[in-house]
């Protein structure tokens, strides 16, 4: 746990002295990427969590584009919702910007980027399946390669052409 997620809980479940992380979580993490690739995760609790570049905020996310209070994230009866806090450079999630100050609800998959920092959610109780992967693959050549078995200059052109295609597929 990081330094600035420790003092998300300090400053929320310190009781009597004692630390109580663990008697109001909910099942989902906030995920992110610091300087240097480094993931941190916080689990996310039933009381909001307000995400800026001040030290005030719950969780201090070091970037110029990060308002001070930037975003507040709400658990409520097993959803997770945004709210956009008048921030200048905005909110988006999964390419669409959010409306200022409108809670909008927020979906494990759904990519939220604070301008240059992207964060994730993630359902601890979500089943995750493997994905089978194909041990062989079948294309078909297109009909202008093999039309062209008399002239193997326009062949190895038919084949670039085809190769490019697949590489941007």
Known sequence: MTA????YYAKFYTMNGKFAMDTDTSAFTLCYAV??????TVPLTS??????SAPQADLQIPSRFVAPQHLQIVVRSSCVYLTDLGSYHGTVINGRRLSSRQPFE?????TLYLNDVQLELIDRNARIEPIPIPTRMTVDAPESISNEKGNPFKALLAVKSFARHLHRA
């Open 35 to 40: 300087e240097g690739g480094t993931f941190c």
């Open 106 to 110: 927020w979906y494990p998959g759904d």
């Open 47 to 52: 009381r909001p969590l307000v995400l800026g």
């Open 4 to 7: 600035v997620a420790r003092r």
